[in-house]
């Protein structure tokens, strides 16, 4: 059977798997032993950890590592399953796998980010020419905050307040 052959049997999904599929190279002496190589299907896409066997198999057995840790918080203490879809996240968004359980909390199977996070996230590769910037204004009931930056792109001075009423009603 040859490589076009099993490219045809693979995609009708009659194949056998990719890692075991045999592909016969031409020898230069045909008295030579034949060589024979395996195909691989790898990825190297965002989500390369779900649909590359072999990154898949590395994410799972870091994730069992992670899993067994007091260094990750509680939620993901035992539970690889949940620290696999972690470390997706953590690669999505290019930061420390550990670093982004540690700022990750679950609420109803949705995942949220303690703002620490959000803002460190923001300032290292959000859309500002710096960090964003903090005003602190009034006394006691009267109090609110300003954060501001300025947009890289527009050089629009963007800012969000916010009071001590919306603090209570949150």
Same mark, same amino acid.
């Given at each position: 059977?040859?490589?076009?052959?099993?490219?045809?049997?693979?995609?009708?999904?009659?194949?056998?798997?990719?890692?075991?599929?045999?592909?016969?190279?031409?020898?230069?002496? @045909?008295?030579?032993?034949? *060589?024979?190589?395996?195909? %691989?299907?790898?990825?190297? $896409?965002?989500? !390369?950890? +779900?649909?590359?066997?072999?990154?898949?198999?590395?994410?799972?057995?870091?994730?069992?590592?992670?899993?067994?840790?007091?260094?990750?918080?509680?939620?993901?203490?035992?539970?690889?399953?949940?620290?696999?879809?972690?470390?997706?996240?953590?690669?999505?968004?290019?930061?420390? @796998?550990?670093?982004?359980? *540690?700022?990750?909390?679950? %609420?109803?199977?949705?995942? $949220?980010?303690? !703002?620490? +996070?959000?803002?460190?996230?923001?300032?290292?590769?959000?859309?500002?020419?710096?960090?964003?910037?903090?005003?602190?204004?009034?006394?006691?009931?009267?109090?609110?905050?300003?954060?501001?930056?300025?947009?890289?792109?527009?050089?629009?001075?963007?800012?969000?307040?916010?009071?001590?009423?919306?603090?209570?009603?949150?």
């Amino acid at each position: 059977m040859g490589l076009a052959d099993k490219a045809a049997d693979f995609n009708s999904g009659q194949s056998q798997d990719l890692e075991t599929a045999k592909v016969q190279t031409p020898q230069a002496n @045909p008295s030579a032993p034949r *060589q024979s190589t395996a195909m %691989v299907a790898t990825d190297d $896409g965002i989500n !390369a950890m +779900f649909f590359d066997h072999i990154k898949y198999n590395q994410a799972w057995r870091v994730a069992q590592m992670f899993a067994c840790t007091a260094l990750v918080p509680k939620h993901f203490q035992k539970k690889p399953e949940d620290v696999f879809i972690a470390l997706n996240l953590a690669n999505r968004l290019g930061v420390d @796998p550990l670093m982004l359980m *540690q700022n990750l909390y679950v %609420v109803h199977g949705t995942p $949220g980010y303690y !703002a620490k +996070f959000v803002i460190a996230m923001v300032n290292e590769k959000g859309p500002f020419t710096g960090p964003i910037q903090w005003k602190m204004s009034g006394k006691g009931n009267d109090r609110e905050c300003v954060a501001y930056a300025t947009h890289r792109k527009t050089g629009e001075k963007c800012k969000a307040k916010v009071t001590w009423d919306m603090v209570v009603k949150e």
